[in-house]
C-alpha cells in the first residue's frame, strides 16, 4: 500500500479533509488534483488566497465540512500567517500534509522564473519552457533574495503535518497538472549561479 493509499484510508475512516502545505514550486497543485481525481474527493483548488474574491470565511467553513471529503492547498506566505490563528480548531477536522522539495536549487530557480520573467498569463503549472539565450546569467541574486525564499520553507514547519511527502519521490499519475518542463538548465538563470549554489547546496530541513 502506497502513502497515499495511506492518507485516503485515514481521511475516509475518520471523515476528515485534506489540507496540503507547501512553498510555491513544490508541487502542491499537481499533488491535490492526484489525489482528489485518484480517490474520487472534491479538490478545492488553492484557498485562503490573499487576493481571493471570496471572503475566507468561505474557505474555513469549506474545510470543516463533513458532507464529502476535500483537498485543498495553502501555498502564499502570507495566507500561512493569517491560517495560524484559526488551525488549533480547524485541525479537528483536516489532516495535513506537507509537500517539500529537497532540491533548494532547483526549486529556486524556478521561484525566481515564475516571479520575474514568466508571463502569468499562461499559467504557472504544466508548462514547457524552451530555451531562451537572454535568460542565461539574466538575474543576480541577493542574500534577502535567498533568506525570502528560505522562510517560505520554514513556516511549514509551524504546522504539525500528518504526513511529509516530497516532489522527488512523487509521479503525479492522475494530476491536472504536471511537472514544469525546462529545456534546459534553469538554474543557468543565475548571473551568480556560484553563490547561489554556496548557499542552497547543502541546505536540508532540520528533521530529515
Do not use: C
Not at 65 to 93: D, F, R, T
Not at 163 to 176: C, K, M, P, Q, R
Request: a negative charge.
Amino acid at each position: 500500500m502506497s502513502i497515499l493509499d495511506n492518507i485516503a484510508n485515514q481521511v475516509t475512516t475518520e471523515n476528515k479533509n485534506i489540507l496540503i502545505l507547501g512553498a510555491p514550486r513544490s508541487g502542491t497543485h499537481a499533488l491535490g488534483s492526484m489525489l482528489a481525481n485518484n480517490y474520487k474527493f472534491n479538490y478545492q483548488g488553492e484557498i485562503l488566497r490573499i487576493d481571493s474574491r471570496f471572503p475566507w470565511e468561505n474557505d474555513l467553513k469549506m474545510l470543516e465540512n463533513h458532507s464529502g471529503i476535500s483537498v485543498s492547498q495553502v501555498v502564499q506566505y502570507s495566507s500561512k500567517i493569517k491560517l495560524s490563528n484559526y488551525i488549533n480548531n480547524l485541525k479537528k477536522h483536516i489532516i495535513i500534509i506537507n509537500l517539500r522539495r529537497r532540491n533548494k536549487l532547483k526549486q529556486f530557480a524556478s521561484w525566481v522564473y515564475f516571479n520575474r520573467y514568466h508571463n502569468e498569463s499562461t499559467g504557472w503549472h504544466s508548462q514547457t519552457i524552451e530555451f531562451d539565450q537572454s535568460l542565461v546569467g539574466k538575474f543576480t541574486i541577493t542574500l534577502e533574495d535567498i533568506e525570502l525564499f528560505l522562510v517560505e520553507q520554514l513556516i511549514d514547519s509551524y504546522y504539525t503535518s500528518a504526513y511529509t511527502l516530497y516532489y522527488e519521490d512523487l509521479i503525479f499519475d492522475g494530476a491536472t497538472q504536471s511537472k514544469n518542463i525546462y529545456k534546459f538548465d534553469i538554474t543557468t538563470i543565475f548571473a551568480n549561479l556560484d553563490f547561489v549554489k554556496n548557499q542552497l547546496d547543502d541546505w536540508e530541513y532540520i528533521d530529515e
